[in-house]
């Protein structure tokens, strides 16, 4: 499960913007490691995946987001819908005017997620 985004403007910035924001404490729930990934700051969520930006200069969409595993936690079904859910809901909800289109794969995506 891979989140893909087509991105307006430069995905290094977006990256940066996502950043920025977490410094400033404008968005929450989630926590940027010193590898740039991400994972929850809530609690119940926290450290059990990360998602890591990747930027794509091959297809219609220019950056994605591939979870990786917590090595100890099993990466079940409901952790993945999860932690997908509430990252795009953070996006929406702070990035939507510079996201031009978004899809969320279903199932593991090769090259993106690490497993």
Same mark, same amino acid.
């Given at each position: ?10 995905? /290094? ?14 968005? @929450?729930?989630?926590?940027? /490691? ?8 809530? @609690? ?11 930027? /794509? ?34 996006? @929406? ?23």
């Amino acid at each position: 499960m891979a989140i893909c985004l087509k991105i307006k403007g430069s995905s /290094d910035s977006f990256v940066e913007a996502i950043n920025v924001a977490i410094q400033n404490n404008d968005i @929450l729930t989630w926590a940027v /490691d010193v590898e740039g990934d991400y994972t929850s700051s809530v @609690l119940q969520w926290q450290e059990k995946a990360w998602f890591r930006p990747i930027e /794509d200069s091959f297809s219609e969409f220019n950056l994605s987001f591939g979870i990786i595993k917590a090595r100890n936690i099993e990466l079940t079904c409901s952790l993945y819908a999860i932690y997908h859910a509430r990252f795009v809901e953070m996006l @929406l909800a702070h990035f939507d005017d510079k996201i031009e289109d978004l899809k969320i794969t279903p199932l593991l995506t090769k090259g993106i997620d690490v497993f």
